[in-house]
């Protein structure tokens, strides 16, 4: 019970984490599997890429396809949309972290 809430939970930090990055500069699936391990988040590709997808239907990252090598990668930025919803996260973060400390 308690992992399933606490999954939940860190899913919605890796959301943000996802849009804070795309904001900085577009970044590739592998790259962000990498960059979240660095803060303890242990995320397989078949987890991170269904968010990224969803994430991309929902509007709040835009993908483009470039050859790397002979091969496509995926890279991903933040829309619009995404900035907005990136700027009330880190708002309501905020207040939230305040609170409980």
Known sequence: MQEQILRKIFLGFIHIHI??????????????IEELKTHGYDISPGTLYPILKAMEQSNLLDKEEIV???????????????????????IKAKELFKEIE
Do not use: N, Q
Request: glycine share 10%.
């Open 19 to 32: 849009l804070h990055h795309a904001k900085k500069e577009p970044f590739y699936g592998s790259w962000m």
């Open 68 to 90: 790397v090598g002979g091969k496509i990668r995926k890279y991903y930025k933040i829309t619009p949309d995404g900035e907005l919803v990136l700027k009330e996260s880190k």
